[in-house]
């Protein structure tokens, strides 16, 4: 992860530099002054320090966003328009995959630098980017985008998952391919797909290869695991209760996360109470990224219980989906149209999935705009907190680490 204090940007030899935002309205209150001192928020500016104004207008000053879970390797956004085909499952999809990787004229480094740059002047100031470790493929999701996140250096944080989206069982082959990932160095996590469901094997052992793998991996490598579970029902819950008990097993307790998990989504009351009991308890995050009213996760029930929530992007204009955009201010505002939110602090704890659920599950310092908090924040137009998420204005100013890394929509 970047350090924060790297970029903060001109220094003198005498002492601190310091950014003052003047005029700013943090979350919609009284307009201050935001002053940013080696990139962290500061009560005042330091005695002889080189200061840079910058004049926020009246701005709402909002944390930057975490997108946990994003897949920046499959997508053609800034590519010429593509027709999707009808596909039915997930093996249908991969083929398609396939075919537009081949088709597309950008290799995948540009492709993902372009989209990641563009989250970045969104507002996006960390993301967990899946990638697809395949024999199709090899290594080159991975390396594109450990090449993307060299150059977003000091914009954006990226964790980057090896994701065998072709399966284990599946797809000979890639087992290794997730081995030479994690010996290479450039992976946070090791991900995984539908153990009992997509990625069964012939399903006469009993036993789970696909998690033997990536749990053994995740061991040996120190890496976090993220794990790709679509499959509802037991088909879902009995790989999530197979991969609670390893992450207590191997002591991976707070580096193991759950994405999509609709198994979850789809249960309320007691059932849902317990599972997230069972998560709270292995310390296992899980992810949404608010596709349906049928498979939003309930988040707020489920960080009641405890457990770590973050909201993501999924795929942008890729195979799978046309839809899709990486703002993670649009994701929010979509999280509150599926899960059918009306009051004003509904729409908050919206907003604050994707800024502090997002910042927690990725291991970040929360962005809350305090001194001592990262100076990591987007100046809007607007009025107050529920009116941005619902308006979605134009992210006028971002600013990372107390340097000013976007402007209107773009970086500078
Ligand atoms: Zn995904």
Redesign the pocket.
Known sequence: MTNHTADAGPRTVAGASATVFRDVRPFGGPAVDLIAVDGVLADAVPDGAVVEYVDGGGRLALPTLVDT?I?PDKTAWGEPWHSRRPARGIAEYVAGDVELHRALPTPVAERARRLMAHAAAQGTRAMRA?ADVAPAYGLKGVLGVAEAREKLRGVLDVQLVA?PQHGVERAPGAAELLEEAAAGGLIDAVGGIDPAGFDSGDGTSGENRQLDLVFGIAERHGLAVDI?LHDVGERGLGPLRDIAARTEALGLRGKVTI??AFAVAALSGRELDATADLLASADIALTT?APSAKTVLPFRRLAERGVRVGLGS??VRDNWSPYGNADMLHRVWLLGWTRGVRLDEELEACFRLAADGGAELLGLPKADLRPGAPADFMLVEGECLPQVVIDLPRRDVVVRAGRVVARDGRLV
């Open positions: 879970h897949h899946h994701f790709h994405s999509h990224v999924d795929g």
